[in-house]
Structure formats: C-alpha cells, structure tokens
Nanobody, 121 residues
Framework: QVQLVESGGGLVQPGGSLRLSCAAS????????MGWYRQAPGNQRELVAR???????NYADSVKGRFTISRDNAKNTVCLQMNNLKPEDTAVYYC???????????????WGQGTQVTVSS
C-alpha cells in the first residue's frame, strides 16, 4: 500500500510564506511525478504545481513567480515553497503522485489527505 502524508499548512497573513511537504511511503518502485493541487470552497480541484521525474515542472499561472516546487527523489518527498501568499491562495492543498509499485507495472495516482492553507489578516 502507498501513502502520501502532507504537512506544513496553517494560517498566514497576506504577503507571508509557508512551506508544504509531502512524503510518499509504502511499496514504491518508482515515482513518475509528484505535485500539488488545491481546492477552495465551491471550486474544482486545480493544479498548483507538478514536477515530473525528468525534471520538468508545471505551474498554474496564478502562482508563477511566487511558488516553487522541489523534490527529493531519495526520500520520495516533494515540497512547495509558497511566498507572497494572497487571500485567493486559501484552499485545501493536496499532494498527488503517480507511483508504480512493481517492476514494469502500471502507474497509479495517489492522493494525500490534504492540508489547509488560510491566508488572512
């Protein structure tokens, strides 16, 4: 079984910073990508940032220049450094990874439980 566990959410004032972390554990053969999504009340879940194993990254336009995704392949972790946070960044942030659990097996998507980020004065 595979688990993704997030940490680092909380309450921060506008202009502040937070760092989210996500650790994957369990029966892992390889990880194709790890990334972060978010969902605000009444909205659909959306991509925030994603980092593929080859090194390419994708960011939502709304976070470019403010958020940075990084990954530690040896530890199966992914982090999201969020700077200059805005009230519209308030959401539940979810970690997602596409993981293969056996050699030459298919990759499946796994989600973390989510961590709340609230940006408010």
């Amino acid at each position: 079984q595979v688990q993704l566990v997030e940490s680092g959410g909380g309450l921060v004032q506008p202009g502040g910073s937070l760092r989210l972390s996500c650790a994957a554990s369990g029966s892992i053969f390889s990880i194709y990508y790890m990334g972060w999504y978010r969902q605000a009340p009444g909205n659909q879940r959306e991509l925030v940032a994603r980092l593929v194993s080859g090194g390419s990254t994708n960011y939502a336009d709304s976070v470019k220049g403010r958020f940075t995704i990084s990954r530690d392949n040896a530890k199966n972790t992914v982090c999201l450094q969020m700077n200059n946070l805005k009230p519209e960044d308030t959401a539940v942030y979810y970690c997602k990874a596409r993981i293969t659990t056996v050699v030459d097996g298919p990759g499946y998507d796994y989600w973390g439980q989510g961590t709340q980020v609230t940006v408010s004065s």
